[in-house]
């Protein structure tokens, strides 16, 4: 009990600080929360990676690969958000866009994830796969006009957005849902854990429904 209530205690003043960052600069704010998540996805990834041959529940290893991905998604996401200026000739579109696909790529993922759980992955065809399905997104935002518009500067989100965040939510939701078909192969807190995270991250995903402004509260709330 008590290291659950240090946990709280830490988790507390990490949101807590992040928020006031926000208050601060939206931007810096925005990077730290984004740089946290890509870390953790890393993580997720070289855990994976280094035990690729001795792990039996491929169903980390399979999210290992995808979060590599994801995270390379999301920093380009960081690196594009508006009034950063990597990027210049793009709008506030291109951050959202890369949002949306890193999303689509993280949910997808975690519905695949359990069916894979009792079959022989195969590591360089599932690497090669996951480049592919990257190459495609990176060429369908900034090379052509593939990738349906996300936000328009003034008016907000498009339907295609709100949409698409409904969808995810979904497809997240169902993951769940089929997670719980192989509660056998998890520890159970291992479980809830798994599940706390999908849903939190469904909560996100609802939150980014809301913002007219890229610098909204909504938006604010959605990545912390």
């Known amino acids: 009990m008590e290291r659950i209530s240090n946990r709280i205690i830490i988790w507390f003043i990490i949101l807590t600080a992040l928020g006031v960052s926000a208050s601060y600069n939206f931007l810096f704010f925005h990077s730290l929360a984004e740089i946290f998540s890509i870390v953790i996805a890393c993580g997720i990834f070289m855990f994976a990676w280094n035990t690729r041959n001795v792990i039996e529940n ?24 508006k009034g950063l200026g990597v990027f210049p000739g793009y709008n506030a579109d291109l951050p959202t866009q890369l949002w949306i696909a890193a999303r689509y790529m993280e949910s997808i993922s975690l519905l695949i994830a359990p069916f894979v759980l009792n079959t022989k992955l195969n590591t360089r065809l599932t690497i ?49 849902f089929f997670l719980f078909t192989k509660t056998e192969h998890f520890e159970k807190n291992i479980i809830h854990l798994l599940v706390g995270s999908i849903v939190l991250t469904i909560f996100s995903e609802l939150a980014f429904t809301f913002y007219i402004s890229v610098y909204g509260l909504s938006n604010i709330v959605g990545h912390l």
């Open 58 to 81: 491929n169903y980390l290893l399979f999210l290992g690969f995808a979060y590599l991905f994801i995270a390379g998604l999301d920093f380009l996401h960081t690196l594009s958000y």
């Open 128 to 176: 090669s796969v996951f480049t592919v399905i990257f190459c495609i997104i990176i060429y369908s935002i900034f090379f052509s006009t593939i990738f349906p518009v996300c936000f328009i500067e003034g008016a907000g989100l498009t339907a295609f957005k709100k949409i698409s965040e409904y969808v995810i939510s979904t497809i997240l939701l169902i993951s769940v």
